[in-house]
């Protein structure tokens, strides 16, 4: 019986979103403070954390309990569309915080560390979604819309 990766990879993805929601919430909050307002950098990495909370709840979710709703594009586009937004954030908040002088030192070094966890959670959507562009690739042929079923996270009897 072979391992199935989806579980723990869904499992560090969700754990990430909420450590990078945690982070940007505070640095979003106390740059406001600070500054006339947050930076769009920052606003964008927090919205990409609650986008894949969402996301991870179609992802987990809908290939077990609602099969018509799991069609293997929308997967597809649900983890790539996820990937793209990371890779965007993650870059263009490494990118602000080279620009910006930190004076304060909490929120930088948060969003310091949200940038490093953002590139791990980049990561992690670029796996699944390699698995999910292979599944694609593997059944362009019979054109069936069902899910792969190694991709659900429960596990196989």
Do not use: K
């Given at each position: 019986?072979?391992?199935?990766?989806?579980?723990?990879?869904?499992?560090?993805?969700?754990?990430?979103?909420?450590?990078?929601?945690?982070?940007?919430?505070?640095?979003?909050?106390?740059?406001?403070?600070?500054?006339?307002?947050?930076?769009?950098?920052?606003?964008?990495?927090?919205?990409?954390?609650?986008?894949?909370?969402?996301?991870?709840?179609?992802?987990t979710i809908a290939p077990v309990r609602f099969e018509t709703a799991a069609h293997k594009f929308g997967i597809l586009a649900a983890e790539a569309l996820t990937m793209i937004f990371w890779f965007a954030g993650f870059i263009a908040l490494a990118v602000l915080l080279t620009d910006v002088r930190c004076r304060r030192w909490g929120p930088c070094r948060a969003a310091k560390a949200a940038v490093v966890f953002a590139a791990f959670e980049w990561l992690l959507f670029a796996a699944t979604t390699i698995m999910a562009s292979l599944h694609v690739w593997r059944t362009r042929r019979d054109h069936s819309s069902k899910h792969d079923p190694t991709m659900e996270v429960h596990p196989s009897a």
């Open positions: 019986m072979a391992f199935n990766y989806t579980l723990p990879l869904r499992v560090a993805q969700g754990l990430f979103a909420i450590l990078i929601l945690g982070l940007m919430a505070y640095v979003v909050s106390d740059w406001d403070g600070y500054y006339a307002g947050s930076p769009a950098e920052a606003n964008f990495v927090l919205f990409c954390s609650v986008w894949t909370v969402l996301a991870l709840a179609y992802l």
